[in-house]
């Protein structure tokens, strides 16, 4: 076996591999969530269904959307591959528990991985896979009157099947006919079980990211007094409380509005 081959088998290797998959992904959340802020403008759903279509009809975006998920499976594969190579190590637990320094986050990142990894299907399931393969979202058309900026909008019945975005201007009204994703987050979020499973999956990533946001950097072996603190900061402040309450603020300001 080659020095690279065994290098990348070995637990070290493993863990190197799920810091960098890890801290693509923590990327990823900052750029998902900037996007899904788009649900919080008062546009009847035009600049979040623009931002979608985007999303899934941009080349340079699709392959970054489908190294993402492979980054997802390789991530978690190696949690798990890393989490049953643990247990087997010490199949016996200790009879009297010893004291330990670590985190209840860091003790428990099986679970809260298990939680996001059941949230990632459901999700992706309801929004991703849907938007893409499943034919029930209807179509709306969005009318902007470019003198005065205002904008009307309606349903809209595209002339064939494989319609999915049109952009026109007529008497200096620019016309965007695009599928209708927000309609689906709107009823998604209707559901209060819906709402309560994605807060509580926001909690899990909260969990995750406050050990394993730190811990990429620590396997990374970029460790030094001087940016250790900084490191620190960001782990705990950006990712483990602004990004989850910003994505956890989306159901259910969407369920308030609902009732």
Request: glycine share 6%.
């Amino acid at each position: 076996m080659s020095e690279f081959k065994q290098t990348f088998n070995s637990s070290l290797g493993k863990k190197l591999i799920m810091a960098l998959t890890g801290l693509f992904l923590c990327t990823f959340l900052i750029v998902h969530l900037g996007g899904n802020l788009l649900l919080f403008k008062n546009d009847q759903g035009f600049a979040f269904n623009s931002y979608a279509n985007f999303l899934t009809h941009f080349p340079p975006i699709e392959v970054i959307a489908y190294l993402l998920y492979l980054a997802i499976i390789v991530h978690a594969v190696y949690a798990l591959v890393l989490t049953i190579k643990n247990r087997r190590a010490r199949p016996v637990g200790y009879a009297v528990q010893p004291k330990s320094d670590a985190s209840w986050s860091s003790k428990n990142m099986g679970l809260l991985g298990s939680i996001l990894l059941l949230f990632i299907v459901i999700h992706m399931s309801d929004f991703w896979f849907t938007y893409k393969y499943n034919n029930v979202l209807g179509f709306k058309e969005y009318r902007t009157d470019l003198a005065t900026n205002q904008t009307s909008v309606s349903d809209y019945t595209p002339p064939v099947a494989d319609f999915e975005r049109s952009i026109s201007t007529e008497n200096n009204v620019e016309i965007v006919r695009v599928k209708d994703l927000h309609a689906r987050i709107q009823t998604s979020f209707s559901q209060l079980w819906y709402v309560i499973f994605y807060v509580i999956a926001m909690g899990a990533v909260s969990f995750h990211l406050l050990h394993g946001f730190q811990s990429a950097f620590r396997t990374l072996g970029w460790v030094h007094k001087k940016y250790t603190p900084i490191v620190y900061f960001f782990g705990t402040w950006l990712f483990a409380v602004i990004i989850p309450i910003g994505f956890a603020l989306m159901p259910i300001i969407y369920y308030i509005k609902s009732l």
